[in-house]
């Protein structure tokens, strides 16, 4: 049922309040009861978290994680717990209720609360999911660690969403029954006010057939019966106008009609105009004249049909100069250019004026002469057309009279360069460089010139043509080659660069190079056929030469690694043809050949690798290959093998063999080898798989000693990219700063004070955490990131030493370790100086520590590179001493500032007696030789002990303090006498 608009707007109005009233109830409802039921949780778990806090404190501080574990897992059993950590004060986990692992959400919660003195109540989101009222609940005002609680908060949110649906339902279940009434309640007012509306619509449609039945004693009943009146009159006046209308229409359209059939017959094009040349009136040949649209021609100027405007027409017509009131002239005619589009065409127009009232219009007749003028000009192109042909058989007649002239004259003179041509043909082909023959198409030779008797070993011409007068049978060339020459030359009329081998008449094989065309008739029938010789031997055997260097070393002419690959992969196509064929792949690479090319020169080591070659190829079989890849690196394919142990034996004979010594340049070189093999080759796809796995097992033979093969297995691939996947680590950690410094204090074994502190870099691991320098500096050493990573730590040790003088006063001497390929670098002083430049820290703060074994490896570079660093002003202290061999007179000579004894060594002076004499002559020599000695890695009060009773002024070690991050180390010092901390506090 349709209801009035202005109900309409009434109904939705409060139905939108209505709405709008009951969200804003329901989420006042929610959130009031989301806070009390927020509050109730947190005050349980801060109870909970107190309770385990108060209650296992001890086992805390005493960081007892069995005990602990026990502890919180009864507190698993209480409604609405999830989770439980304790975390020591260092922020280390003891003990957790999560499996397998603590979410990243969580560790990072535990790191943020490590410090805290007050509770702290928190919401984290730990995936899809998981969403947890997070408590944490310092134990001693965090002095002893903290107590994280997790709650779910799934159970708040549930009872929220509960309590919001039940409120919505009852506001809706309301909300509907008020619509129902209200609806109804409308449709009785608005039913007699719709029916008015109707009423009116068709009366004003002038249809006054309907009727309006309202019968209210109301204002509704009074306007329904003033509208039946009103009605009514009008029907009654417009009945009485219509039939007045009606009867002058049909009068004037009987006019109209005669005079539309008159003009709408007429042939020729008319038009109307007013004063200013607009189409008033116009016939439908006009438009057909130029193709207008009735609609598009009302209204337009004459200027657009003609090309010209309405006054210049009436000039032509003499028209311009008449009386208001003149007759129409008969006959007078105008030619005008008229256009449609692009196309012009000709018309010839009548025209007169015609004054109506105060206007004067113009009565323009039109017709297109279009057809005359072509006519007109048809027969004016005919005569051209005639004139231009006589003149053009006239100069046609003059041209070919002059052309006989010229071909006379060019006749002769092309007689003359057919002489001259000849004998230049007969001279070129007397004096040619290359061979120039001619044969009939049956094979037989009837010409050749003396280039051609050369190449085949003859005096000349004749000679050849005598003793090989045929291309097939008794030539010089090859039966087949020349045989295959001749069927292509017939065939395809012209060869080019055919190659074949020949013999000269002193029996010499040579290569020559054939190239021939059809001579040819005006039938196209091939007469004879001629063609060139070129001895292309030096070139055939210069390709030859080339290709074998291509795929031969150059040195020991033993195929390269292109070569190899390609029969490593054609072993493996005969693998797949047949499943029973085995195969197997050594990779070699010789011990200590760079000590033998470096010492015994060059020209001995290749002397060396040519011997190798030569021992390889004896050791396998003539089916097998032997490859060097470059240097001192080797392959061997082992191929059509029944069982893969006689790839073993061959290794092994092959080890036996290269240990064995030869004399190379009057000297006895000794040497050995690592192999690596693959064994099993049936379920590779790729030969270079092959060489990658040979080439890792070759390596882990290295890893084992010299002189050893090693069998690869998947277990040494997985470890390679293990391998590989760590370098890429390391190297983003190295462009990125992803390392951290901790420092390790150095203690005075009388006073106990902290004198100095080492740097120890440690790897923030994204996957695997905190690592320590064991577990990638002999990665970075290989991969050569040592020096960035050197580089860093200088320059963030030295700002830290800044930083702590700026902030507190602290001047703490900071010991930096130098890796081999740091130390050995020519720009080391340099780089240091520039970086205590920039950080403007005292070089007396600054010890650069440098291990035995690097010292002595080159005692010259060594002592020079100290010299530099010594005028620098920085500490130089010799580390991991006792782990190599270095005497009395180098430590004098390298003129140290402190020794630190090897760690190895300390770790034993409380079990063997050796071990404690020797650490304590290494005491008394520091002392004798006025350095400072430095006991490290003290980790037992039993070692302490024993140093102190060497007198052992500095020791560094776990029991007298951890390696810790910068920012504890202030606070692990007392503000004014340093002393430090007790290791059992």
């Not at 309040?17 to 947190?42: D, I, N, R």
């Not at 630190?900 to 004499?917: F, K, N």
């Amino acid at each position: 049922m349709r209801r009035v608009r202005l109900f309409s707007k009434a109904l939705i109005f409060m139905l939108v309040a209505f709405g709008v009233l009951a969200a804003v109830s329901g989420g006042y409802s929610a959130w009031q009861l989301s806070t009390l039921m927020t509050a109730e949780h947190e005050d349980k778990a801060l109870a909970i978290a107190e309770s385990i806090a108060g209650a296992n404190v001890e086992l805390i501080l005493d960081g007892d994680a069995t005990a602990i574990q026990a502890a919180i897992d009864t507190c698993m059993e209480i409604k609405g717990i999830s989770y439980v950590l304790v975390a020591n004060a260092r922020g280390e986990v003891l003990a957790h209720t999560f499996a397998p692992a603590i979410p990243p959400a969580i560790r990072h919660a535990v790191r943020e609360g490590q410090g805290l003195r007050q509770p702290v109540v928190q919401t984290l989101n730990t995936g899809p999911g998981g969403s947890f009222l997070h408590v944490t609940y310092p134990v001693l005002a965090g002095e002893a660690g903290n107590v994280h609680i997790g709650m779910n908060r799934s159970g708040v949110l549930g009872l929220i969403r509960d309590s919001v649906i039940n409120h919505q339902i009852l506001t809706l279940g309301f909300f509907f029954i008020c619509a129902v009434a209200a609806w109804l309640f409308m449709g009785t007012i608005s039913r007699p006010l719709i029916q008015l509306m109707e009423y009116a619509r068709r009366v004003a449609a002038h249809d006054f057939t309907a009727t309006i039945d309202i019968r209210f004693d109301d204002e509704v009943g009074d306007v329904a019966h003033a509208v039946r009146s009103t009605a009514e009159e009008l029907a009654s006046l417009i009945t009485r106008l219509e039939r007045s209308v009606a009867e002058a229409t049909e009068e004037l359209s009987t006019t109209l009609s005669t005079v539309s059939a008159i003009v709408n017959s007429m042939a020729d094009g008319l038009m109307v105009t007013n004063e200013s040349g607009r189409l008033l009136r116009f016939n439908p040949a006009l438009l057909d004249i130029f193709a207008l649209d009735a609609a598009d021609a009302v209204g337009r100027s004459i200027d657009d049909l003609l090309g010209t405007s309405l006054a210049d027409v009436l000039h032509m017509a003499g028209l311009d100069a008449a009386e208001p009131d003149a007759q129409p002239i008969e006959h007078r005619t105008v030619e005008l250019p008229a256009s449609v589009g692009d196309l012009e065409f000709p018309v010839e127009i009548s025209i007169a004026s015609v004054q109506r009232g105060d206007e004067r219009n113009y009565v323009i007749i039109v017709r297109d002469i279009t057809e005359r003028k072509f006519v007109e000009e048809q027969l004016r192109e005919a005569r051209d057309r005639l004139e231009d042909r006589v003149r053009d058989r006239t100069a046609r007649l003059e041209r070919v009279n002059r052309q006989l002239v010229g071909e006379i004259a060019e006749r002769k003179e092309a007689e003359r360069a057919l002489v001259a041509a000849e004998a230049n043909y007969r001279l070129i082909f007397e004096n040619a460089v290359e061979g120039i023959f001619r044969i009939t198409p049956d094979g037989t030779c009837t010409e050749a010139n003396p280039a051609l008797a050369r190449i085949f070993g003859y005096d000349s011409p004749d000679e050849l043509l005598a003793a090989c007068d045929q291309l097939v049978g008794n030539s010089r060339l090859d039966v087949e080659s020349a045989q295959e020459f001749l069927v292509t030359l017939r065939a395809n009329g012209e060869v080019r660069n055919h190659h074949s081998r020949a013999m000269r008449r002193d029996g010499r094989v040579i290569w020559v190079s054939l190239n021939a065309r059809a001579i040819r008739d005006e039938h196209g029938n091939a007469v004879h056929f001629e063609g060139s010789v070129e001895d292309i031997t030096e070139r055939r055997e210069s390709e030859a030469a080339l290709k074998h260097r291509a795929f031969h070393d150059p040195l020991t002419a033993l195929p390269n690694r292109s070569l190899f690959l390609n029969h490593l992969e054609m072993a493996m196509k005969r693998t797949r043809r047949s499943p029973g064929y085995l195969f197997s792949v050594l990779y070699m690479d010789l011990d200590r050949f760079k000590i033998i090319n470096d010492s015994l020169g060059h020209n001995v080591g290749d002397l060396l690798l040519c011997h190798v070659s030569q021992t390889l190829t004896r050791c396998v079989r003539d089916v097998d290959t032997v490859s060097r890849f470059g240097g001192d690196e080797f392959a061997v394919l082992i191929e059509d093998i029944i069982d893969p142990r006689e790839c073993i034996k061959i290794a092994k004979r092959i080890l036996d063999e290269i240990r064995r010594p030869v004399i190379l340049g009057g000297c006895e070189v000794l040497t050995a080898a690592s192999i690596g093999i693959v064994l099993l080759t049936e379920d590779y796809d790729s030969a270079e798989d092959i060489l990658r796995d040979a080439d890792t097992a070759m390596y882990r033979a290295k890893e084992l000693g010299k002189g050893h093969f090693k069998v690869f297995n998947q277990k040494m691939h997985d470890q390679a990219l293990r391998q590989m996947q760590m370098e890429n680590d390391l190297r983003q950690a190295v462009e990125h700063d992803g390392f951290e410094i901790h420092y390790q204090p150095i203690v005075a074994m009388d006073t106990g004070t902290v004198r100095a502190l080492e740097a120890r870099i440690r790897w923030r691991h994204t996957e695997l955490g905190l690592l320590s320098p064991r577990d990638f500096l002999s990665l970075a050493e290989d991969t050569g990131l040592i020096l960035p990573m050197g580089e860093w730590m200088m320059r963030h040790v030295c700002e830290q030493i800044h930083d702590w003088h700026e902030r507190c006063g602290l001047d703490m001497p900071v010991g930096i370790i130098l890796s081999a390929r740091q130390f050995m670098q020519p720009t080391l002083p340099a780089d240091i100086r520039d970086v205590l430049h920039a950080t403007g820290v005292p070089p007396r703060l600054v010890i650069l520590e440098i291990p035995e074994s690097v010292l002595m490896h080159n005692l010259a570079t060594s002592t020079a590179l100290l010299g530099k660093l010594r005028e620098l002003g920085v500490g130089i202290a010799l580390i991991d001493y006792g782990s190599g061999m270095s005497s009395l007179s180098h430590l004098l000579q390298f003129r140290l500032d402190a020794i630190r004894i090897h760690s190895g060594l300390v770790a034993r002076i409380d079990q063997d007696a050796e071990v404690c004499a020797l650490v304590r002559s290494i005491v008394d020599l520091t002392r004798n030789i006025g350095v400072c000695g430095v006991a490290s890695g003290v980790l037992r009060r039993t070692q302490a002990e024993i140093l102190h009773q060497f007198q052992c002024p500095y020791v560094q070690g776990h029991l007298f303090g951890k390696p810790m991050p910068a920012d504890r180390i202030p606070s692990f010092l007392h503000p004014d006498s340093a002393e430090v901390r007790s290791a059992s506090s």
